[in-house]
Every structure is written in C-alpha cells, then in structure tokens.
T-cell receptor, first 122, second 118 residues
C-alpha cells in the first residue's frame, strides 16, 4: 500500500512534555497538509507545504507548534509543552500539483489523508 | 459565519434506499471546489466526490452524486442503494481559490453521522 502513512498512531503524554509526529506522503505528491480534528468536529487546517516550503499557516498553529518538511518528502509536526487542549487527532494529507487549467481554475487537487495520530494529553 | 454548514448531526437510512446529506457553504470567491469525505470509525478520511464551481454538470462517482445548486450555495451528497458499509461520518469541505492566490486548505463542516439499518 502506497498511501499516506503516519507514525505513531496513538500517543499518550503528560502535560508539559514535547511530542513529535511523522507523516510520509504519497511519493509523487509535492503538497503536504496538516489538520487537527477534535471530538465531534471536522478537521481544521493547521499548515501546508509545497515541496519543502511552508506556504500557509493557520492561526491555530501557536508558537508551541512547529512543522517541517526538510527534504520535501516526509514531514514532522512537533508540539512543545503540551496542554490538555492539544488532545486531538492530527491528520496529514498529501496531493499532487495539476497544471493550470486542468479540471477548472480551482483545480481538483484531491487530498489523500493518512490514518491520523491520536494524541492524548494527561 | 460558518463557511460550511451541515445541519444534520445524524441520519438513518434503510439498506438499499437512497439518502441525501445536506451541505451549504458560504464564500464570496467565484472560484472554489467542494468535496465530500467519508470517515469510518477507523478514523481515515476517504475522498468520495468533487465539484468545481465552474463545472456545468453535477458530479457523479459510482453510487455517489452531488446535487450542486450554485445559486442556493448548496452541495448535497446523494448516496444511492445504501450499504451497511456506508455507515460512517460524512464531511463536506470547501477550498477557495481566493481570486487566484491559490489557497489549498480545506474548510470542513461538522459532519453528519450516517447509520445504515439492515
């Protein structure tokens, strides 16, 4: 299976600890996204990379959060000094770049999601 | 204001029947895309169907079709011949083109939990 993979699938940590999650996108995809999903809600956008460049960041991404994609392949999301409010499912997605004009101006750019990392902060 | 509104927290449908899941959206951007994703209890988001704002025809993918009413800003998902495996959360999402600036983030609704009854 060559889908998006995330590691770990589950993480339990104590408040104040640092955690790091990894995402491996589909190999030919140059775009990578991070979302956070809390219970009973839809996913909320955190940040987006095109190759190694971080091009968009949500206001949800506080100073305690940092994401990297050093070689334009896998990405890491680190949360420092975790708080109980950080407990959520962290989803990674990837997509291809389609040429301008393909499938309309907005473009298709379907995002393929990984299985997520469920974080519990005690 | 909510950009994506899904007014049905939960829906029930009899196996083999059709069901419509509602989605309304709010944007001033003339160029945007609308997506539906399925999220089973395992947690993974599965892409179902896409509709571009400039597409003239309603999108269809197998048993899934999208009832796109642009003037009403609605993009309802129709699932025909429901199966037990369709039981899941369903999310409507939008990507806005931001007048060519090219935002690629998806904005999701709160979802609808569909339960298929044997």
């Amino acid at each position: 299976d060559t889908g998006v993979s995330q590691d770990p699938r589950h993480k339990i940590t104590k408040r104040g600890q640092n955690v790091t999650f990894r995402c491996d996108p589909i190999s030919e995809h140059n775009r990578l996204y991070w979302y956070r999903q809390t219970l009973g809600q839809g996913p909320e956008f955190l940040t987006y990379f095109q190759n190694e460049a971080q091009l968009e960041k949500s206001r949800l991404l506080s100073d305690r959060f940092s994401a990297e994609r050093p070689k334009g392949s896998f990405s890491t999301l680190e949360i420092q000094r975790t708080e109980q409010g950080d407990s959520a499912m962290y989803l990674c997605a990837s997509s291809r770049t389609f040429p301008t004009g393909t499938s309309g101006r907005a473009g298709f750019n379907e995002q393929f999601f990984g299985p997520g990392t469920r974080l519990t902060v005690l | 204001a909510q950009k994506i509104t899904q007014t049905q927290p939960g829906m029930f449908v009899q196996e083999k029947e059709a069901v419509t899941l509602d989605c309304t959206y709010d944007t001033s951007d003339p160029s945007y895309g609308l997506f539906w994703y399925k999220q089973p209890s395992s947690g993974e988001m599965i892409f179902l169907i896409y509709q571009g704002s400039y597409d003239q025809q309603n999108a269809t993918e197998g048993r899934y079709s999208l009832n796109f009413q642009k003037a009403r800003k609605s993009a309802n998902l129709v699932i025909s011949a429901s199966q037990l495996g369709d039981s899941a959360m369903y999310f409507c999402a939008m990507r806005e083109d931001r007048s060519g600036a090219g935002s690629y983030q998806l904005t999701f609704g709160k979802g609808t939990k569909l339960s298929v009854i044997p």
